[in-house]
């Protein structure tokens, strides 16, 4: 089993900048391909970006490419979301996703965290 928590989520003005992060237990997290995705109000979750379990593959979202940065610290089992140039569009609630995966895939793996929520006013 893995636990996924997220954190750093917040309240920001359009333009701004966020950090979310994403610890992890229970399970090697070298070995994991860990996914951001994001669900705003009346829409459906949506994938954000993704890093593989060597760190050598980001996929991203067109709508935040540029403007997000998805890394990882194995040393501390975490993954971290930069976010900079923010819009009140990625007002949403903010998940981590995990997977025992080679592939830094764009679909979703088993593991979920409880969500962290960013809000962008304009």
């Known amino acids: 089993q893995v636990q996924l928590v997220e954190s750093g989520g917040g309240l920001v003005q359009a333009g701004g900048s966020l950090r979310l992060s994403c610890a992890a237990s229970?399970?090697?997290?070298?070995?994991?391909?860990v996914a951001w995705f994001r669900q705003a109000p009346g829409k459906e979750r949506e994938f954000v970006t993704v890093?593989?379990?060597?760190?050598?593959?980001?996929n991203y979202a067109d709508s935040v490419k540029g403007r997000f940065t998805i890394s990882r610290d194995n040393a501390k089992s975490t993954v971290y979301l930069e976010m900079s140039s923010l819009k009140p569009e990625d007002t949403a609630v903010y998940y981590c996703?995990?997977?025992?995966?080679?592939?830094?895939?764009?679909?979703?793996?088993?593991?979920w965290g409880q969500g962290t929520q960013v809000t962008v006013s304009s």
């Open positions: 890093i593989s379990w060597r760190g050598d593959t980001r």
């Open positions: 996703n995990a997977d025992l995966r080679v592939i830094a895939s764009t679909t979703p793996g088993r593991y």
């Open positions: 229970g399970r090697t997290f070298s070995s994991l391909a």
